[in-house]
Nanobody, 124 residues
Framework: QVQLVESGGGLVQAGGSLRLSCAASGRTFSSYNMGWFRQAPGKERDLVAAISKSGASTFYADSVKGRFTISRDNARNMVYLQMNGLKPEDTAVYYC?????????????????WGQGTQVTVSS
């Protein structure tokens, strides 16, 4: 139904910024809630931010609130994660995910759609 490809990761110093992009293919992109997850070595994969189908609702993990901004452009089938004030603890592989739950239902599971991930490394 949808394929996801992340880009924009890289190495950045603490305090710097990065913008991650997620390109989606498919005919019904606007029918999906979108989320950004991250997974650091030896840790679980956690939801960082999510955005509803129209972009009207968003969610942020407490650890990134005020620093990260999720957005989407349904005309371009794109989702973005603007990351400012990066910290070493933000270092992780970041994944884009899509679910077909009702709008604003930010529940993503193994059976939903996932990208391959993009590495973000923040140096101290």
């Amino acid at each position: 139904q949808v394929q996801l490809v992340e880009s924009g990761g890289g190495l950045v110093q603490a305090g710097g910024s990065l913008r991650l992009s997620c390109a989606a293919s498919g005919r019904t992109f606007s029918s999906y809630n979108m989320g950004w997850f991250r997974q650091a070595p030896g840790k679980e994969r956690d939801l960082v931010a999510a955005i509803s189908k129209s972009g009207a609702s968003t969610f942020y993990a407490d650890s990134v609130k005020g620093r990260f901004t999720i957005s989407r452009d349904n005309a371009r089938n794109m989702v973005y994660l603007q990351m400012n004030g990066l910290k070493p603890e933000d270092t992780a592989v970041y994944y884009c995910a899509a679910n077909s739950q009702p709008a604003g239902m930010f529940r993503f599971t193994r059976s939903d759609y996932w990208g391959q991930g993009t590495q973000v490394t923040v140096s101290s």
